[in-house]
């Protein structure tokens, strides 16, 4: 298997402008997860979903944060209109509820920067 | 309090020596804890969890548990330059399953050769 992809790796935008982040789970993965990294703030779980339904949305920072899951190989996280303290390392992440124990799988992340 | 704290660091270590990482955590009915190690520019990759009291060994790496003291370490033998990154500690929350993990901001490690 691939790993979780992400898409793009790297999104430079100027403020205000939307921006789409893209994310295939390992398949058989039934639990999917953004997290955004910061220094300030490390690791932070923004949103997540079981069975491509979400599940807790509390730590998607705004109304300008949105996220599907449309099936079970694709999610997005959507950003509009996105702003200069947007700019972070976002990261998706799968787990398999079979597995035992609840390891999640990181994709390689998207490094937006907002200008 | 934060939920999961880790000493930001870096904790600098000669090569060949013992490194100590240390976590400790707030929720009390956590069940299963994780280390991730994470170089720099690149996504975290899970090392070692453990769920019971005491050590976990897994070659150079042992993992210690003591949820009395809310309390989880991570021993690295034989430190090698490679060894160099950012340990990341993360916690399942009560209600285990596949509930999301909750990270430690990470201690950055740098082994000295």
């Known amino acids: 298997d691939a790993g979780v992809i992400q898409s793009p790796r790297h999104e430079v935008t100027e403020m205000g402008q939307e921006v789409t982040l893209r994310c295939k789970p390992i398949?058989?993965?039934?639990?999917l997860f953004w997290y955004r990294q910061t220094m300030m703030r490390g690791l932070e779980l923004l949103i997540y979903?079981?069975?491509?339904?979400?599940?807790?949305d509390s730590g998607m920072p705004e109304d300008r944060f949105s996220a599907k899951m449309p099936n079970a190989s694709f999610s997005t996280l959507k950003i509009q209109p996105s702003e200069p303290r947007d700019s972070a390392v976002y990261f998706c992440?799968?787990?398999?509820?079979?597995?035992?124990?609840?390891?999640?799988?990181f994709g390689q992340g998207t490094r937006l920067t907002v200008v | 309090q934060k939920e999961v704290e880790q000493n930001s660091g870096p904790l600098s270590v000669p090569e060949g020596a013992i490194a100590s990482l240390n976590c400790t955590y707030s929720?009390?009915?956590?069940?299963?804890f994780f280390w991730y190690r994470q170089y720099s520019g690149k996504s975290p990759e899970l090392i070692m969890f453990?769920?019971?009291?005491g050590d976990k060994e897994d070659g150079r790496f042992t993992a210690q548990l003591n949820k009395a003291s809310q309390y989880v370490s991570l021993l690295i033998r034989d430190s090698q330059p490679s060894d160099s990154a950012t340990y990341l500690c993360?916690?399942?929350?009560?209600?285990?399953?596949?509930?999301?993990?909750?990270f430690g901001k990470g201690t950055r490690l740098s082994v000295i050769a």
């Open positions: 992440a799968s787990s398999h509820t079979g597995a035992g124990y609840p390891e999640a799988f």
């Open positions: 398949s058989g993965h039934d639990y």
């Open positions: 979903f079981n069975n491509n339904v979400p599940i807790d």
């Open positions: 929720d009390r009915g956590s069940q299963s």
């Open positions: 453990i769920y019971s009291n």
């Open positions: 993360a916690v399942n929350r009560r209600n285990s399953g596949n509930t999301p993990l909750v």
